[in-house]
């Protein structure tokens, strides 16, 4: 029996390209369907898109977690072993491990004859969205040999949104996520790592659906689809790239021009959601507190009482590489504890 990727008891979250009801494309991490279904058979039908890095997409089914190599490009169809057990319907979550280092656009599924779809539970009404760079993503968080380590050598299969700390934020909050998380991104156009060296920032990439431009145009969202009570601003870390003009020069021009940009950013935010509560943030990765102490000044200068600063007990001197997955639910455990203490109107 062949499930169709418009059947209406399938779930979806995440910020997805909908042009094509029929082949909807996953651009970032987190990004995901879910469905229940009888029967003993499951096989799943993709088509990716590579830019860069080996491919994988995440699958759980019934709770086990694997992950299935991609082409890099074309479709691929993956038939995933359903366990011969009691369990009368099975539950899958197919999602992005990656952020647009590839799409993946999800082209249906097939079940067993004579099986059925079970409507997945409520979605919950709590409503995440993060922004951020490769720790949101969940980049190289599997490398666990590595905690509180330089990163391995590695081609893309280290990483994994599922064990990011946005994604066990959300989960710990029984929320919904989209994590707007890109590897090597910086606040502004022309700094940080990622599309070098004509480097693309958040500044550009925060309102789009697509915005690597190796994969096509850029598209833009439509914020009204998705209204989350929480934003989460985790960035600051790749600024630094090509220079650490905050660790030199707190009080210099480079210095100041990124705080008003930061501030203007916020704006932007508050203006698409102007209910939300915004959480601004760095992680554990190392990083120079100068960064975060011009958060807490633009968050001072805002004069917004939903707008605030948290800043973890090991930020910026956690770790040299990328976060694992224990140093990912570290920050989740306290951040998931700090966003309690909101009282989110709605939330209790």
């Given at each position: 029996?062949?499930?169709?990727?418009?059947?209406?008891?399938?779930?979806?979250?995440?910020?997805?390209?909908w042009r094509c009801p029929k082949e909807p494309v996953f651009v970032f991490p987190c990004t995901s369907v879910c469905m229940r279904f009888t029967g003993n058979m499951l096989k799943i039908h993709v088509k990716n898109r590579q830019a860069y890095w080996d491919n994988y997409l995440g699958c759980i089914l019934d709770g086990k977690q694997t992950a299935l190599l991609l082409p890099k490009d074309g479709e691929a169809v993956f038939e995933i072993p359903v366990e011969q057990t009691?369990?009368?319907?099975?539950?899958?979550?197919i999602f992005k491990r990656q952020d647009a280092c590839h799409e993946v656009s999800f082209l249906g599924a097939e079940i067993a004859d004579g099986a059925g779809l079970v409507c997945v539970p409520d979605r919950p009404e709590r409503k995440i969205e993060v922004y951020g760079d490769s720790v949101s993503a969940g980049e190289v968080s599997e490398a666990e040999a590595y905690t509180g380590c330089e990163d391995p050598q590695h081609n893309g299969e280290y990483s994994n949104s599922w064990y990011s700390y946005a994604w066990m934020t959300a989960r710990k909050l029984h929320a919904q996520i989209h994590?707007?998380?890109?590897?090597?991104i910086a606040l502004l156009d022309g700094t940080g790592w990622f599309h070098e060296p004509e480097y693309i920032g958040m500044e550009t990439a925060w309102d789009k659906v697509r915005y690597n431009p190796q994969l096509g145009e850029?598209?833009?969202w439509n914020f009204e689809s998705y209204v989350p009570q929480l934003v989460i601003v985790a960035l600051g870390q790749n600024d630094s790239h090509l220079q650490d003009y905050m660790k030199e020069d707190f009080s210099g021009a480079k210095a100041e021009k990124w705080r008003r940009h930061y501030k203007a950013f916020l704006g932007k935010l508050r203006e698409k959601y102007p209910d939300a509560h915004i959480v601004c943030c760095t992680t554990l990765l190392c990083h120079d507190k100068a960064w975060d102490r011009s958060i807490g000044w633009a968050v001072h200068e805002m004069g917004d009482n939903k707008i605030t600063q948290y800043v973890f007990k090991r930020c910026g001197t956690g770790t040299p590489g990328h976060l694992r997955i224990p140093e990912a639910e570290e920050m989740a455990q306290e951040l998931s504890e700090y966003i309690k203490k909101l009282n989110i109107?709605?939330?209790?």
């Open positions: 029996m062949k499930i169709k990727p418009d059947d209406e008891k399938l779930f979806y979250s995440g910020r997805i390209d009691e369990r009368k319907v099975h539950e899958v979550l994590d707007i998380a890109q590897g090597g850029r598209l833009e109107e709605g939330w209790n």
